[in-house]
């Protein structure tokens, strides 16, 4: 991003285009915000073991991603043989800040 700023140059008529530059969500953060928001809106609901219903989503996205997603506690993987993922509290608090940045409507 700091080499598209100096290639255009700073100085009062593009000062708009450095807003737009450094408004920009870096790729990688993107595609987190997005697997995320995905599970979340694919999520579906099943008994637990503990006879409670949860938000499940299934693990069809890139594993480095659902590792990160985990390691921020935002996910819980468990099993990493399981095909589902357990969106938690932080999880789903998360996914509807993304779905207002994103302004995606929520079911």
């Avoid at 285009?17 to 979340?40: G, S």
């Avoid at 069809?60 to 921020?72: A, K, P, Q, R, S």
Wanted: zero cysteines.
């Amino acid at each position: 991003m700091l080499k598209d700023a100096v290639n255009i140059g700073i100085n009062n008529t593009n000062q708009g285009m450095w807003k737009y530059i450094m408004d920009k969500t870096p790729a990688d953060q993107a595609i987190k915000e997005l697997t995320m928001l995905l599970m979340y809106l694919s999520r579906f609901s099943e008994k637990n073991i503990f006879n409670e219903y949860g938000n499940f989503a299934w693990k069809g996205y890139d594993f480095e991603v659902i590792n990160m997603l985990d390691e921020d506690d935002y996910i819980n993987q468990g099993s990493f043989r399981s095909k589902s993922v357990h969106i938690n509290d932080k999880g789903i608090e998360f996914a509807k800040e993304l779905l207002k940045k994103y302004k995606i409507m929520d079911w």
